[in-house]
């Protein structure tokens, strides 16, 4: 019980935490004339962060390294990376995701 107790207390703190730092930015961005470098540097943030939760999942799926040959979560991201370049539609590329690691799992 006091278990539970404490999952429910951390998630209500962080979803608190989370609405006022959304909420911050959402508000005080629009009021900020931000300069130039600083738009630039922004628009490196994403990719990274992107890259830096991709990278071990796709590279080191269980937790460990597995040859390129033997690793099927890398080999069904290339056939997704490419339907949501060509597509741009979220809803076909989590699809496809999904359907190619089913294949990759089960078949190989």
Same mark, same amino acid.
């Given at each position: 019980?006091?278990?539970?107790?404490?999952? +429910? $207390?951390?998630?209500? #703190? !962080?979803?608190?935490?989370?609405?006022?730092?959304?909420?911050?930015?959402? #508000?005080?961005?629009?009021? #900020?004339?931000?300069? @130039? +470098?600083?738009?630039?540097?922004?628009?490196?943030?994403?990719?990274?962060?992107?890259?830096?939760? $991709?990278?071990? $999942? *796709?590279? *080191?799926?269980?937790?460990?390294?597995?040859?390129?040959?033997?690793?099927?979560?890398? +080999?069904?991201?290339?056939?997704? /990376?490419?339907?949501? +370049?060509? @597509?741009?539609? *979220? !809803? *076909?590329?989590?699809?496809?995701?999904?359907?190619?690691?089913?294949? /990759? @799992?089960?078949?190989?």
């Amino acid at each position: 019980m006091v278990i539970f107790s404490t999952l +429910w $207390l951390q998630t209500v #703190i !962080i979803g608190l935490g989370t609405y006022f730092i959304r909420s911050g930015s959402l #508000i005080g961005a629009g009021r #900020i004339n931000w300069s @130039t +470098w600083f738009k630039n540097w922004l628009s490196f943030v994403t990719p990274a962060v992107l890259g830096a939760l $991709l990278g071990p $999942l *796709l590279l *080191l799926p269980n937790s460990h390294w597995e040859p390129l040959f033997q690793n099927t979560t890398l +080999w069904s991201a290339i056939p997704t /990376a490419l339907v949501a +370049w060509f @597509t741009r539609n *979220l !809803i *076909l590329t989590v699809a496809s995701g999904v359907v190619c690691f089913a294949i /990759a @799992t089960h078949f190989f």
